[in-house]
Every structure is written in structure tokens, then in C-alpha cells.
């Protein structure tokens, strides 16, 4: 069975930093273009960015928002995903999924993510 | 960027009616990639649709994805209780950046 699992989320202060993880399981990670999604509370949804596979050059690109503050890389040998969140504000607060695909049918539950002082 | 706007925000409508969603880009999207996802509360979201009118899969056959280019639809033709939720379409087509539409809520009347 396909499985997305995210962990990492916590509460941080503003300016400050936090990385998550996601790990795959029941499909051929490596080949697989991840991306995270995020939701703040009482918003919508809003894609964050992705890193391409290995073999498409393993590229990352990012929504307006976080680009130059978050990072996405992968470990395939760890079938994980990560987000490196820096100088995180208020309004990075959400539950953060990733999933995989250009078109999303496969979610993880995700991990919440608040950023307060 | 391409901007995905939905309408209408909120839709009132009864079990058993019919229900129909809008989804317009700011410019065409390649290929009709466009995609539709319902987000019940506590839950992650549920692809619906993708590539315009392709059900995915197990998805009931009253949902149905029309449209091309910029203009794009999502119709449920007889609304069951658990029908009821938020609705958000996906552009995925014009790279390197994905966007979603801002939703619309499915409310019963």
C-alpha cells in the first residue's frame, strides 16, 4: 500500500527554523517528484514547491512566497523527503502534506507547523 | 504564475440537486492539466479529477471534469450528504510552478 508519512512539525518562533521530513513507502521512490502543500488555518490550499527526481536532474522550485527561505532535498536511499523552513513568519503556520506527482492522489496526513512568539 | 480563480465562493444547494463549480486561469493551461480536489474536514484532500475529466480512481461517476484552456468545470450531478465540503482545482500544467484555486465551499442549503 502507497504511503506518505510527514514528521517534524513543531512550535517555533519567528525567525526561526524547522525541518521536516516526509517517507514513502509502497512505490518506487526514486522516481517520484515530491512536493509539499501547505494549508493555514482557515485557508486554502497553497503548493510550497518540489524537488524533481534524480534522473530529471533532481531540480527544485518553490512558490513565491517561500522562495529563498525554504528548501526541499530528498534521500532516495531513505525513500524521504525533507523542507528546511528558515526565517519562518506567522503566516508559514499550517498543516504541511507532501505528496507525490504533477497531479496529487497520494497525501500524507501531515504535520502542523505554528509559528508564534 | 498562473492565478486560478474559483466560483462561487460558496455554494447553497439541497441533496440531490446538482451542483456545478468554476475554475478560470489566467491564461491557458497546457495540456488541460488541471485537476480537482474535495477537502473534508480533518482529512487530507481527495483528488477527484485530473488532466480535466479523467476520474480518478474510485471516484463515484456523479463527479465530472469538463473544460479546456482557461475555462473548467466541476459538476456533481446529484449531491449525496458527504458531497458536502471544500472544492479546490490545481493547475499543473504551466511549470515549473503549481497553483491551486482558492476554493469553494459546498455548504447545504
Known amino acids: 500500500e502507497e504511503e506518505l508519512v510527514e514528521s517534524g512539525g513543531d512550535l517555533v518562533k519567528p525567525g526561526g527554523s524547522l525541518r521536516l521530513a516526509c517517507v514513502g513507502s509502497g512505490f518506487t521512490f526514486s522516481n517520484a517528484w515530491m512536493s509539499w502543500v501547505r494549508q493555514a488555518p482557515g485557508k486554502g490550499l497553497e503548493w510550497v514547491g518540489r524537488?524533481?527526481?534524480?534522473?530529471?536532474?533532481?531540480?527544485?522550485d518553490y512558490a513565491a512566497p517561500v522562495k529563498g527561505r525554504f528548501i526541499i532535498s530528498r534521500d532516495d536511499s531513505r525513500n524521504t523527503a525533507y523542507l528546511q523552513m528558515n526565517n519562518l513568519k506567522i503566516e508559514d503556520t499550517g498543516i504541511y502534506h507532501c505528496v507525490v506527482g504533477w497531479y496529487f492522489d497520494l497525501w500524507g496526513r501531515g504535520t502542523l507547523v505554528t509559528v508564534s512568539s | 504564475e498562473t492565478v486560478l480563480t474559483q466560483s462561487p465562493g460558496t455554494l447553497s444547494l439541497s441533496p440531490g440537486e446538482r451542483a456545478t463549480l468554476s475554475c478560470r486561469a489566467s491564461q491557458s493551461i497546457t495540456a488541460n492539466y488541471l485537476a480537482w480536489y474535495q477537502l473534508l474536514s480533518g482529512q487530507a484532500p481527495r483528488l477527484l479529477i485530473y488532466s480535466a475529466s479523467i476520474r480518478a480512481t474510485g471516484i463515484p461517476d456523479r463527479f465530472s471534469g469538463s473544460g479546456s484552456g482557461t475555462d473548467f468545470t466541476l459538476t456533481i450531478s446529484r449531491l449525496e450528504p458527504e458531497d458536502f465540503a471544500v472544492y479546490y482545482c490545481q493547475q499543473y500544467g504551466n511549470s515549473p510552478i503549481y497553483t491551486f484555486g482558492q476554493g469553494t465551499k459546498l455548504e447545504i442549503k
Open positions: 524537488v524533481k527526481s534524480k534522473p530529471n536532474g533532481e531540480t527544485t
